[in-house]
T-cell receptor, first 114, second 114 residues
Framework: GQQVMQIPQYQHVQEGEDFTTYCNSS?????IQWYKQRPGGHPVFLIQ?????EVKKQKRLTFQFGEAKKNSSLHITATQTTDVGTYFC??????????????FGKGTHLIIQP | DARVTQTPRHKVTEMGQEVTMRCQPI?????VFWYRQTMMQGLELLAY????????DSGMPKDRFSAEMPDATLATLKIQPSEPRDSAVYFC????????????FGSGTQLSVL
């Protein structure tokens, strides 16, 4: 079955440093979604990428979808303490258009030292 | 603000007891998902429903877990009998059911089985 690998598992950064998490799928994806979970909270949808090579920005966050639609990345510029949490990617395969095909990565835990 | 409501937020029980978790999806959403989150396994899909019909529960231990949707406003996840290895956070999520839908997660039920 489809597998989504996410690295690194943990990332410690100093406040103000950049952060990147990478997501790789074993199969070509229809789209990829990113979620953020604050400590003690629940996953919250951030963004969805659909097109090959797509790049989207949300303030200091930049999301990319690879040309082959098998990998994706999330880059945060100049991290702030509010960025603390776990970032999940979730890939949707071609078996169906709905979220039933979503496979979540295990997430990257971002820890920020002031 | 529309949101997915889960109850209870916390549950501590003894091994062998029945546990029932409830979820009220966002009004108008027709897909409902149950996920289990642990440090080791991350987010695991247990079951999902579309228009109240169970479509996939292959991620669920069938001998002790059951998931139902008695009506469009209520989804339940039951564990009987519960075991210590069931300790985890259980999330319910709902979606619009459209292609490339995004998921809205509830706040989760933190389950501890002693």
């Amino acid at each position: 079955g489809q597998q989504v690998m996410q690295i690194p598992q943990y990332q410690h950064v100093q406040e103000g440093e950049d952060f990147t998490t990478y997501c790789n799928s074993s199969t070509t994806l229809s789209n990829i979604q990113w979620y953020k979970q604050r400590p003690g909270g629940h996953p919250v949808f951030l963004i969805q990428l659909v097109k090959s090579g797509e790049v989207k920005k949300q303030k200091r966050l930049t999301f990319q979808f690879g040309e082959a639609k098998k990998n994706s990345s999330l880059h945060i510029t100049a991290t702030q303490t509010t960025d603390v949490g776990t970032y999940f990617c979730a890939g949707l395969g071609y078996s169906g258009g709905g979220a039933d095909g979503l496979t979540f990565g295990k997430g990257t835990h971002l820890i920020i030292q002031p | 603000d529309a949101r997915v409501t889960q109850t209870p937020r916390h549950k501590v029980t003894e091994m062998g007891q029945e546990v029932t978790m409830r979820c009220q999806p966002i009004l108008g959403h027709n897909t409902v998902f149950w996920y289990r989150q642990t440090m080791m396994q991350g987010l695991e899909l247990l079951a999902y429903f579309r228009n109240r019909a169970p479509l996939d529960d292959s991620g669920m231990p069938k001998d002790r877990f059951s998931a139902e949707m008695p009506d469009a406003t209520l989804a339940t996840l039951k564990i009987q009998p519960s075991e210590p290895r069931d300790s985890a956070v259980y999330f319910c999520a709902s979606g619009s059911g459209r292609i490339n839908e995004k998921l809205f997660f509830g706040s989760g039920t933190q389950l501890s089985v002693l």
